[in-house]
């Protein structure tokens, strides 16, 4: 493949505006059309980020021959249709998280990627963060024996709006889908397998998607991992590594740069990295699969993703949380 990739942005919101600035330090991407639901919109995006086209509608976007990757930034509920629309046009995709609504979106999504030996990967930014493949080699070398727990939360307050995506079941909004999925993610990229045992208890917002939720999943061996998300109250971003013979101390897991490690209570280390645009990573390692012809990442593959989401499917069951789209 070409030496720059070429991207469309699907659905020019918040997170796509973050993500564009960051996309645009890396060199080698070219983001060269964006789509919108709205004319205006694309046209007002494309402007302020010098995009060459800008299209009124997804399809036009999806059609545009010049594009190599469309990064879909739509709300929960459409990711599976803008996904499944961008793959029918012959593109590879980048789709925000949470991947889906359900594990039976993201297990059809995969398989039309697969059928088509088109990538598709889960933007979820913080598994490429770099301090990540630090703490996994220090896992592995056994330094600190091996993984007990994990915990991790992450919490932040937000005022009920209705209508708003996070609140709204019809954009299958709540905070497991939208906040959960990081700690959820975290720990299963820690622990490497599906648990056995998944408990949760959901405290739901009036619009009856889950306002805060807590989580505790059993894998094998009696391994566990302690997880929280809420709009209902702040907490500390941090996550807790406990191993048999020592911990690792993250702060702020979602945007760490570095990860203190304890032998038994006494620090040993501190890994360190620098960066500033946590969400270019993910970017490049979806451009370094495009270019070594991989429809998956070996970082974040698309059965972590099913994963995920097959243990965001239970949690909902179990907590009477049904989208309008899923009745
Ligand atoms: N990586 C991160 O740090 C991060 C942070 C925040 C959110 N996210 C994820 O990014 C995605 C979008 O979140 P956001 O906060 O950017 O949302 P947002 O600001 O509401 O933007 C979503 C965009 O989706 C388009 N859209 C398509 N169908 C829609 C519908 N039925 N209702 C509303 N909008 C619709 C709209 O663009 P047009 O109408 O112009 O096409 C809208 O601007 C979610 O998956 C979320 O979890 C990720």
Redesign the pocket.
């Known amino acids: 493949m070409k030496d720059t990739i070429k991207w469309g942005i699907?659905?020019?919101?918040?997170?796509?505006?973050?993500?564009t600035e960051h996309l645009l330090t890396l060199p080698d991407a070219k983001i060269v059309a964006v789509?919108?639901?709205?004319i205006d919109?694309?046209l007002q995006?494309a402007e302020t980020y010098n995009i060459d086209r800008a299209y009124g509608s997804?399809l036009e976007l999806v059609k545009d021959p010049e594009i190599d990757i469309i990064y879909?930034?739509?709300?929960?509920?459409?990711?599976y249709e803008?996904c499944l629309l961008a793959l029918e046009h012959g593109k590879a995709v980048l789709?925000?998280?949470?991947f889906t609504a359900n594990a039976e979106q993201a297990k059809e999504l995969v398989k039309v990627a697969r059928e088509k030996s088109l990538f598709i990967m889960e933007?979820?930014?913080?598994r490429f963060l770099p301090v990540y493949p630090l703490v996994k080699k220090l896992l592995d070398s056994g330094t600190i024996g091996e993984v007990r727990t994990v915990s991790a939360n992450y919490c932040f307050f937000r005022e009920f709006e209705a209508e708003?995506?996070?609140f709204?079941p019809?954009?299958a909004g709540g905070a497991l889908?939208?906040?959960g999925?990081y700690p959820l993610s975290f720990a299963q990229w820690v622990m490497g397998e599906m648990p056995e045992f998944i408990e949760s208890r959901c405290k739901l917002a009036p619009s009856g998607v889950d306002e805060q939720t807590s989580i505790m999943l059993t894998y094998k061996g009696g391994k566990s991992a302690l997880l929280h998300c809420a709009f209902n109250s702040f907490s500390p971003t941090d996550a807790y590594i406990c191993c048999k013979d020592g911990f690792i101390y993250i702060e702020d897991f979602?945007r760490a740069t570095k990860a203190e490690v304890y032998k038994g209570w006494e620090k040993i280390d501190e890994l360190k990295v620098d960066f500033e645009y946590?969400?270019a990573f993910q970017a490049a390692e979806a451009m370094r699969c495009l270019r070594e012809g991989l429809i998956e990442s070996p970082i974040l593959t698309h059965q972590m993703s099913i994963d995920c989401m097959a243990i965001m499917d239970k949690i909902r069951a179990d907590n009477g949380i049904i989208y309008p789209f899923e009745k």
């Open positions: 699907l659905a020019p919101g918040h997170i796509a505006q973050r993500f789509g919108s639901r709205s919109r694309a995006f997804y879909v930034a739509s709300p929960h509920s459409a990711h803008h789709c925000e998280k949470s933007a979820m930014w913080t708003h995506r996070i709204n019809d954009l889908l939208d906040i999925i979602n946590g969400l």
